[in-house]
């Protein structure tokens, strides 16, 4: 079992592990009337009863403020399912960058923290430009998802 673990630095505590059954989330809050702010990057799995868990616990915390940082992909796949898990359709601003592995096709893979106010909604789901910093190539998101299937619950408008 590999036990959820947080560091925290700046305002920021970082998530690291999974969320299962066994994850105390609450360990991870402050004061009520302040911000909470996850940096899930560290994420590697969520599961099923861990996404229960995490939805008891937001709806818990009701209307004060959280905000959710370098969301990976295992969080991004269960929340685009759920929005239940970010608070509910109307919590996409919460999400304040997604984390996403990012792949050169001669070079190599890495993972790329990209703010969700430079991800455009317009036509589709569209994503800044990252280029290679062997080949200067721009690179490819590496999901298994379409990106449209993935973010789309980050649009206010969906
Ligand atoms: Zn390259």
């Not at 229960?52 to 004060?64: C, H, N, Q, S, W």
């Not at 370098?70 to 759920?82: M, R």
């Amino acid at each position: 079992m590999i036990d959820l673990q947080y560091k925290y630095s700046d305002g920021v505590y970082y998530l690291e592990g999974v969320i299962d059954e066994h994850a105390n989330l609450k360990t991870y809050t402050i004061a009520p009337d302040q911000v909470i702010r996850w940096n899930l990057r560290g994420i590697t799995l969520i599961n099923s009863l861990g996404i229960r868990l995490m939805v008891r616990f937001i709806k818990e915390l009701g209307d004060a403020s959280i905000e959710f940082y370098d969301c990976p992909t295992p969080f991004l796949e269960a929340a685009s399912i759920i929005p239940s898990l970010i608070g509910g359709p109307n919590s996409a601003h919460r999400v304040k960058s997604v984390y996403l592995p990012m792949r050169c096709k001669d070079h190599h893979q890495f993972n790329a923290s990209v703010p969700v106010k430079e991800i455009s909604f317009d036509d589709g789901v569209a994503m800044p430009i990252f280029d290679c910093p062997t080949c200067k190539m721009p690179l490819d998101p590496n999901l298994e998802l379409e990106l449209e299937d993935l973010l789309s619950f980050l649009s206010e408008d969906s």
